[in-house]
């Protein structure tokens, strides 16, 4: 047996989907305005999890232009049919619904199928017994009442020409009447029905997961009359677990069932970690899956019929000797192709110190991994020669409007070290102290909602910032969006064009 622990993918890692192929399971999760996208984890055992790529990984299959920084990729489905996997999702600004292939879950990765005539969103694929594709998506219903109106609808897809074949037929409506967001559908097959699993109440305090069947693909579907299946909205806002939904099933080659599903961990009352990756077991009573038997809510903890295969590890000390970059690390929206080097000096990571901002809706000089709980230190090693008005540095992001920077930076005559705290686009200097160095230690460490900032100049003992800054900001409720915080190394000449460069010897995320 292998003990498992909530969430099983910490931190950002929004909207998960699964799948098993033979004796492995596969999940893809929803990346919105980062490059690369989708990333792909392989696991044996569901609880320990290795990142093995990112499906999207070039421009040419993940065009994210100027999107918002909660547009971009929506809710992947990932599937496997012989030999070839798929992943379907939706780019929001920038091509709506498409469809990449590989043979190996690694890659490579194809470029999109487009799907111009897939409305709507959350996309996902069920193929039936004899082969047949279906195309199983989200848009709002043509003669809706109200704002989150939705149906889900069913239609043939010919995987060889990736168009679709007859009629699209709507199947639900969601299980409340005058839902709101039915969403997120998967479908399934077992003992001869089919079955359509949606998120409803939208990603937030009243989402939950309910299902229907029907003995055709094409319905009439009928509601469980137990919906929702899963749910946290009737705990109130003191659970330590909220906003569960958006759930796909898996089995294991002993025949028991599992669920992987969004869910958020508020720390007073604020979601700093967006939405991450939770685990429930599932069992079948009457032709009806029944999520966590005997509780009927997401566990803290438990046990699988797995022999644990490596154990998570905390955080992460990154250094830069390889040619790539690790999988882990995200950059924001499409990365320039000059903005950062693993090769100029050997063991050192460049970033260009361009014009790009972090405030803005491009590239900037931005690159981190997530934040996975709120108690971390993440540190850098920098080497760098401000200019007026340039800055590098960590930085801790929610948004391009929502974030906290510790940068070294130069201000009229002086060189300084300076803690930005950005709220709604507004910046805000809540420490400076004048520094000069060519060569500095720079951390930051929250520790529930507050953050603190250090700083060790060549060889000198580390000396903490005078601030402590209060991260409620920096949340879901907030901030609003979808995503969860990054944190990283960050460069910017604030509109300027020096064409300087800051130099990082190595980034560390550990979780206290």
């Given at each position: 047996?292998?003990?498992?622990?909530?969430?099983?993918?910490?931190?950002?890692?929004?909207?998960?989907?699964?799948?098993?192929?033979?004796?492995?399971?596969?999940?893809?999760?929803?990346t919105?305005?980062?490059?690369?996208?989708v990333?792909?984890?392989?696991?044996?055992?569901?609880?320990?999890?290795?990142?093995?790529?990112?499906?999207?990984s070039?421009?040419?299959?993940?065009?994210?232009?100027?999107?918002?920084?909660?547009?971009g990729?929506?809710?992947?489905?990932?599937?496997?049919?012989?030999?070839?996997?798929?992943?379907i999702?939706?780019?929001?600004?920038?091509?709506?619904n498409?469809?990449?292939?590989?043979?190996?879950?690694?890659?490579?990765?194809?470029?999109?199928?487009?799907?111009?005539?897939?409305?709507?969103?959350?996309?996902?694929?069920f193929?039936?017994e004899?082969?047949?594709?279906?195309?199983?998506?989200?848009?709002?219903?043509?003669?809706?009442?109200?704002y989150?109106?939705?149906?889900?609808?069913?239609?043939?897809?010919?995987?060889?020409?990736?168009?679709?074949v007859?009629?699209?037929?709507?199947?639900?409506?969601g299980?409340l009447?005058?839902?709101?967001?039915p969403?997120?559908?998967?479908?399934?097959?077992?003992?001869?029905?089919?079955?359509?699993?949606?998120?409803?109440?939208?990603?937030?305090?009243?989402?939950?997961?309910?299902?229907?069947r029907?003995?055709?693909?094409?319905?009439p579907y009928?509601?469980?009359?137990?919906?929702?299946?899963?749910?946290?909205?009737h705990?109130?806002f003191?659970?330590?677990?909220?906003?569960?939904?958006?759930?796909?099933?898996?089995?294991?080659?002993?025949?028991?069932?599992?669920?992987?599903?969004?869910?958020?961990?508020p720390?007073?009352?604020?979601?700093?970690?967006?939405?991450?990756?939770?685990?429930?077991?599932?069992?079948?009573?009457?032709?009806?899956?029944?999520?966590?038997?005997?509780?009927?809510?997401l566990?803290?903890?438990?046990?699988?019929?797995f022999?644990?295969?490596?154990?998570?590890?905390?955080?992460?000390?990154?250094?830069?000797?390889?040619?790539?970059l690790?999988?882990?690390?995200?950059m924001?929206?499409?990365?320039?192709?000059?903005?950062?080097?693993?090769?100029?000096?050997?063991?050192?990571?460049?970033l260009?110190?361009?014009?790009?901002?972090?405030?803005?809706?491009?590239?900037?000089?931005?690159?981190?991994?997530?934040?996975?709980?709120?108690?971390?230190?993440?540190?850098?090693?920098?080497r760098?020669?401000?200019?007026?008005?340039?800055?590098?540095?960590?930085?801790?992001?929610?948004?391009?409007?929502?974030?906290?920077?510790?940068?070294?930076t130069?201000?009229?005559?002086?060189?300084?070290?300076?803690?930005v705290?950005?709220?709604?686009?507004?910046?805000?200097i809540v420490?400076?102290?004048?520094?000069?160095?060519?060569?500095?230690k720079?951390?930051?460490?929250?520790?529930?909602?507050?953050v603190?900032?250090?700083a060790?100049?060549?060889?000198?003992?580390?000396?903490?910032?005078?601030?402590?800054?209060?991260?409620?900001?920096?949340?879901?409720?907030r901030?609003?969006?979808?995503?969860?915080?990054?944190?990283?190394?960050?460069?910017?000449?604030?509109?300027?064009?020096?064409?300087?460069?800051?130099?990082?010897?190595?980034?560390e995320?550990?979780?206290?």
């Amino acid at each position: 047996m292998v003990q498992y622990k909530n969430p099983i993918l910490p931190g950002f890692h929004p909207d998960p989907s699964v799948i098993r192929v033979e004796d492995k399971f596969y999940l893809v999760n929803s990346t919105f305005c980062y490059f690369p996208g989708v990333p792909i984890y392989e696991s044996r055992d569901l609880v320990n999890w290795t990142q093995i790529g990112n499906v999207l990984s070039r421009n040419e299959n993940l065009p994210l232009g100027t999107c918002a920084h909660s547009n971009g990729i929506y809710a992947p489905t990932i599937r496997y049919y012989k030999g070839v996997y798929y992943m379907i999702t939706t780019n929001i600004e920038n091509g709506g619904n498409f469809i990449v292939t590989a043979n190996h879950p690694e890659g490579p990765w194809s470029d999109p199928h487009w799907l111009p005539e897939a409305d709507g969103i959350d996309p996902s694929l069920f193929f039936d017994e004899d082969g047949t594709c279906y195309y199983c998506g989200t848009k709002g219903d043509p003669n809706g009442a109200y704002y989150g109106d939705n149906v889900i609808y069913v239609r043939e897809l010919d995987t060889n020409t990736f168009s679709f074949v007859g009629e699209e037929h709507v199947v639900w409506k969601g299980a409340l009447r005058d839902a709101v967001w039915p969403e997120g559908p998967h479908i399934y097959k077992r003992n001869g029905y089919y079955y359509v699993m949606i998120a409803e109440g939208g990603t937030g305090p009243d989402h939950a997961i309910v299902v229907a069947r029907s003995k055709s693909i094409y319905g009439p579907y009928e509601g469980y009359r137990s919906n929702p299946v899963l749910t946290h909205r009737h705990l109130g806002f003191q659970s330590p677990v909220v906003a569960v939904g958006h759930a796909d099933l898996v089995d294991d080659t002993e025949g028991n069932w599992y669920a992987v599903m969004l869910a958020m961990r508020p720390m007073e009352g604020c979601s700093n970690l967006g939405r991450e990756t939770f685990l429930a077991k599932v069992e079948w009573q009457n032709d009806w899956p029944v999520f966590n038997p005997g509780e009927g809510k997401l566990l803290e903890s438990g046990t699988l019929p797995f022999t644990a295969c490596k154990s998570y590890t905390d955080g992460t000390s990154y250094h830069f000797y390889e040619n790539r970059l690790p999988f882990e690390m995200l950059m924001l929206r499409n990365p320039d192709p000059d903005m950062y080097s693993l090769t100029e000096k050997y063991g050192w990571l460049r970033l260009s110190v361009r014009k790009p901002s972090i405030r803005e809706t491009s590239n900037p000089s931005y690159i981190g991994v997530r934040q996975t709980s709120m108690e971390f230190t993440a540190e850098t090693m920098l080497r760098f020669v401000p200019e007026q008005g340039e800055e590098a540095g960590l930085a801790l992001v929610q948004s391009n409007e929502a974030n906290l920077r510790l940068t070294y930076t130069k201000s009229a005559e002086t060189t300084e070290l300076h803690v930005v705290r950005c709220e709604k686009g507004q910046e805000t200097i809540v420490a400076n102290l004048p520094v000069k160095s060519e060569r500095i230690k720079l951390r930051l460490c929250q520790r529930g909602q507050q953050v603190r900032f250090f700083a060790a100049l060549d060889d000198q003992p580390e000396q903490e910032l005078p601030a402590v800054v209060d991260a409620h900001y920096l949340c879901t409720e907030r901030a609003g969006g979808f995503v969860g915080c990054t944190v990283g190394m960050y460069a910017s000449a604030n509109g300027r064009d020096n064409g300087n460069k800051a130099y990082f010897a190595w980034f560390e995320y550990q979780n206290l």
